[in-house]
Structure formats: C-alpha cells, structure tokens
T-cell receptor
Framework: DAGVIQSPRHEVTEMGQEVTLRCKPISGHDYLFWYRQTMMRGLELLIYFNNNVPIDDSGMPEDRFSAKMPNASFSTLKIQPSEPRDSAVYFC??????????FGPGTRLTVT | DQQVKQNSPSLSVQEGRISILNCDYTNSMFDYFLWYKKYPAEGPTFLISISSIKDKNEDGRFTVFLNKSAKHLSLHIVPSQPGDSAVYFCAAGHSGANNLFFGTGTRLTVIP
C-alpha cells in the first residue's frame, strides 16, 4: 500500500486566493483526519470523518475552512479566502479499528 | 486549551545514553496514549502506545510509562541512537472516539 497520499506537497498562494488540499487515505480505513501543525499549537485536529461522514468539525478555525469527503478514497480541505495566518503544514491521516492513525507527508502552505 | 502538554521543546542526549521524553495531560477521560515520531518533511509515524489499564509498555529500545494519578506519561529510549533524532509527539484519546489530542512535540537530538 502506498500509504496516505497528499497533494500538493507545497503550495504558495497570495492572500485572498482559494486553496484546495487533497488527500487519499489508506484503502480500507474508515476514519480520515485533517490536522494543522504550527509551532505554537503543535498538531491541531481540524475535522475528522467516519465512513465519509463528518463527525467533529469543532477544530475548523472559521467559516473560511471547509472539508469534504465525497467517497472513501478522497477528501479535500478548502480555504477560501486564504490569509497569511493560514500558513502551516496540513496533514491528512487515516485509521481503522485501532486507535493508530497513519499520516500523509503533509502539505506546506504559504500564504503571502 | 491544550489537553496534552509537552513542556520541553527540545532535548539533547549523548549516543548510548537514555532519552526521557515527558508528557502531561489534563483530561481524566483519556484512556489510551500514543507516541509518534516525526522526521523533517515527513508525516508523523506511530511509535508505541499504552492503554490506561497498564502502567508500562515496552517495544525494543522504547518503553512508555503511564502514571494515571499524576496524569503523566514518559517515553524512554535506551540506548539512544543518532537515528532517533526527530520530533516526538505525545497523543491521547478516549474510548468511543477515534480522534486524538496531540502535544506540541519535543525535538530530540542524539549526539554521536
């Protein structure tokens, strides 16, 4: 298995632009998680899905952030409009019945 | 509000010696705990876990200790090797929910 796949690996955009991050979880995993890593707060959970249904989105910073999971093999995290304070590394992770989560390599987002 | 705290942002240890990484949590509902290791430009990878019914779990050079009364856990690495140099994240969760709460990480440097 290729593991969790994220794209793009790096994204540089200007303030006000829309940004879409993509994730393909490990096949057979029922859970998908989106995290944001910053120096101050470490790994923050933004939202997670179970069987494509959003379970907890309380970590989503504000209405500018949205996430979808249209099927078991694909999820997107969208920021519209983006702001410089959104600059961070965004990770997607997937998991099955155990509590372990398997992380993708991350997307480094820079908003100028 | 950080429910999982790693108060040491960094730690340096000589090769061959013991590395001890510490983690504190505030939520008494947490009943399983994990350690993740993260290299630069990669996603975190699972290292070792422990459930609240145990106070110790060992896997090769890695041992995790749990002190529930103090709401404290630690990761011991013996002997430390240069390849162990990475950022280590502590994470916690509770039964019935698959989301994890992460600390801010501790950067371990093992000096050859």
């Amino acid at each position: 298995d290729a593991g969790v796949i994220q794209s793009p690996r790096h994204e540089v955009t200007e303030m006000g632009q829309e940004v879409t991050l993509r994730c393909k979880p490990i096949s057979g995993h029922d859970y998908l998680f989106w995290y944001r890593q910053t120096m101050m707060r470490g790994l923050e959970l933004l939202i997670y899905f179970n069987n494509n249904v959003p379970i907890d989105d309380s970590g989503m910073p504000e209405d500018r952030f949205s996430a979808k999971m249209p099927n078991a093999s694909f999820s997107t995290l969208k920021i519209q409009p983006s702001e410089p304070r959104d600059s961070a590394v965004y990770f997607c992770a997937s998991g099955g019945l155990s509590y372990e989560q398997y992380f993708g390599p991350g997307t480094r987002l820079t908003v100028t | 509000d950080q429910q999982v705290k790693q108060n040491s942002p960094s730690l340096s240890v000589q090769e061959g010696r013991i590395s001890i990484l510490n983690c504190d949590y505030t939520n008494s509902m947490f009943d399983y705990f994990l350690w993740y290791k993260k290299y630069p430009a990669e996603g975190p990878t699972f290292l070792i876990s422990i459930s609240s019914i145990k106070d110790k779990n060992e896997d090769g050079r890695f041992t995790v200790f749990l002190n529930k009364s103090a709401k404290h856990l630690s990761l011991h690495i013996v002997p430390s090797q240069p390849g162990d140099s990475a950022v280590y994240f502590c994470a916690a969760g509770h039964s019935g929910a698959n989301n994890l709460f992460f600390g801010t990480g501790t950067r371990l440097t093992v000096i050859p």
